[in-house]
């Protein structure tokens, strides 16, 4: 290296780099206890009775958060601020639907995130694309456990990537 | 990383856990507070914000933050460092649990980056909490103090091990630190196959 010249990057460790490095008390060891209270299948069985309550509410929650994000996409603000409440409610949907079932809508939930953070501006210019992911959300809700559809619904997320790509 | 999920036969009490949740979403809520109560622990509260959760920390020590990274006005992300920063040790070294449903290398690495103890990805399940409290509570982490980072230590070892190599490795890729502490896979290099044949056969 020619003298006067920086270099390129600088070095991780400075000599006057402190680095302490510490137990903290396991506070975990102390609470929690083994080959004492109940297996992770009694656990599982006793969550399982309270969370089948739960889901009963599920479509109603779903249909909210469709009804909130067509709000959100009429609202009066500034697109990006749109777009970012409707990707908390997709996020949402992403990561509880498949706990009561409802995988195809957490899949068109998290499709619709994924378009969110890849092609934001094209979502901007194609609106249309938004509308047809959240119609998508009610449709899959309805048809979820439907075998009728079955074809349809292997489909659905195919035809909603389809649609962003023709967008682009 | 190590599980504790194929020993679930071991009965563990956690009875006497104190869990805070901080997530804004009202039903995930719900949805972790009947897995928790079916995991028979009692002691769960809830926080709407970053800025509540943390209020709730100092009012009273939880034993185990579970956080959520995508939150409004302050971030999963933000809140854990602002734990690791805070003037009161036994707030510093929470065990912070991130609960999210980024499952993304990135993601998971801004949240280790972060301070936080361990990840779990959306959906949860009691079997996946389970497993994570137990592996936490099993394997605790030194935690590591410079002017810019605090909180446990984020280098995983890869110890070497000196047994048959019977991992199924169809591709020929190599596995390798990536100089972060994370495992990659390299790709496969073909001469040094043959060179690898070459001495076998010898």
Not at chain 1, 32 to 49: C, V, W, Y
Not at chain 1, 76 to 102: C, S, V, W
Not at chain 2, 176 to 195: L, S, V
Request: aromatic content about 6%; some cysteine.
């Amino acid at each position: 290296m020619s003298e006067g010249k920086k270099p390129s990057s600088t070095p991780r460790l400075k000599a006057d780099h402190e680095v302490e490095f510490y137990t903290p008390r396991n506070r975990l060891a102390e609470v929690i206890r083994p080959n004492t209270g109940h297996t992770l299948k009694e656990m599982e069985f006793a969550a399982e009775q309270r969370i089948r309550k739960l889901g009963e509410n599920y479509p109603d929650i779903v249909k909210q958060a469709v009804a909130s994000m067509k709000a959100d996409l009429a609202a009066r603000k500034p697109f990006k601020e749109r777009l970012e409440d409707i990707f908390m409610r997709a996020h949402d949907l992403k990561g509880q639907a498949a706990t009561f079932n409802y995988q195809l809508v957490g899949e068109v939930g998290k499709s619709l995130c994924a378009a969110i953070r890849a092609v934001p501006d094209l979502l901007e210019k194609e609106q249309d694309i938004l509308e047809l992911h959240i119609n998508a959300i009610s449709w899959a809700l309805q048809h979820e456990h439907d075998d009728k559809v079955k074809l349809q619904k292997s489909e659905l997320i195919n035809s909603l990537h389809e649609s962003i790509k023709k967008g682009q | 990383m190590s599980s504790n999920l194929f020993g679930h036969n071991t009965k563990y009490n956690f009875g006497d856990l104190k869990v805070l949740i901080v997530d804004d979403n009202q039903h995930m809520h719900n949805i972790l507070r009947d897995m928790l109560l079916g995991m028979r622990i009692k002691k769960i509260r809830h926080a709407l914000s970053a800025k509540e959760g943390l209020q709730m920390a100092e009012s009273e020590l939880p034993d185990i933050m579970i956080v959520d990274l995508l939150m409004k006005p302050v971030s999963g992300f933000e809140m854990i460092k602002k734990v690791r920063n805070h003037d009161d040790e036994a707030i510093r070294d929470l065990a912070v649990l991130v609960l999210t449903s980024y499952s993304t290398v990135e993601h998971v690495r801004q949240a280790r980056d972060s301070g936080a103890n361990e990840v779990l990805c959306k959906p949860v399940s009691v079997a996946g909490l389970f497993d994570r409290f137990t592996y936490m509570r099993d394997h605790p982490r030194q935690f590591v103090k410079t002017s810019d980072y605090t909180g446990p230590d984020r280098r995983r070892t890869l110890r070497g091990f000196d047994g048959e190599d019977r991992r199924k490795n169809p591709e020929g890729t190599n596995i390798a630190d990536d100089g972060k502490g994370e495992a990659i896979q390299t790709p496969h290099n073909p001469e040094m196959t043959k060179q690898k044949e070459a001495q076998a056969h010898e």
